[in-house]
C-alpha cells in the first residue's frame, strides 16, 4: 500500500491559482512515478499531469499545457501541481496516483489504468 493524500483544492476565481500537493508514504517514493487526473461531474477521469521518478520528465494534457506545472520533491515525499489561469472548465476533483512499476526507468504513463495507488481527490472549483 502506498497512502497518498492531496491537499491544496479549494475554491477560486476565473484566472487565479492553485498549488496542489500530494503526499506519499514509503522508502521507495523516488521510484515512483507519480500522475494527477480529474474528474468533473457526469465525466470520465481524465489525465492532466505526469511526472518520471527522478523528475526528468513529464507530460500534460494539452487541455492544461502552459498552464499547470507538476514537480516533485523526493526529500519530501511529495508531487506538486501548479494550476495557474485557472478556468472553469478546470472545476473538477483533483487525484494524484502513484505507478510503482517504472522500475529504474525514467517514463511515465498516461493512462489511468496504469497506476496502482490513487489518492482520495481534492476538490478544485474556478468559478467564473
Known amino acids: 500500500q502506498v497512502p497518498l493524500v492531496e491537499t491544496g483544492g479549494g475554491l477560486v476565481q476565473a484566472g487565479g491559482s492553485l498549488r496542489l500537493s500530494c503526499a506519499a508514504s514509503g522508502r521507495t517514493f523516488s521510484t515512483y512515478a507519480m500522475g494527477w487526473f480529474r474528474q468533473a461531474p457526469g465525466k470520465e477521469r481524465e489525465f492532466v499531469a505526469a511526472?518520471?521518478?527522478?523528475?526528468?520528465?513529464?507530460a500534460y494534457a494539452d487541455s492544461v499545457k502552459g498552464r499547470f506545472t507538476i514537480s516533485r520533491d523526493s526529500a519530501k515525499n511529495s508531487v506538486h501541481l501548479q494550476m495557474n489561469s485557472l478556468d472553469p472548465e478546470d472545476t473538477a476533483v483533483y487525484y494524484c496516483a502513484a505507478d510503482l512499476k517504472r522500475g529504474f526507468s525514467d517514463s511515465y504513463s498516461v493512462r489511468s489504468q496504469e497506476y496502482d495507488f490513487w489518492g482520495q481527490g481534492t476538490q478544485v472549483t474556478v468559478s467564473s
Open positions: 511526472i518520471s521518478r527522478n523528475g526528468g520528465s513529464t
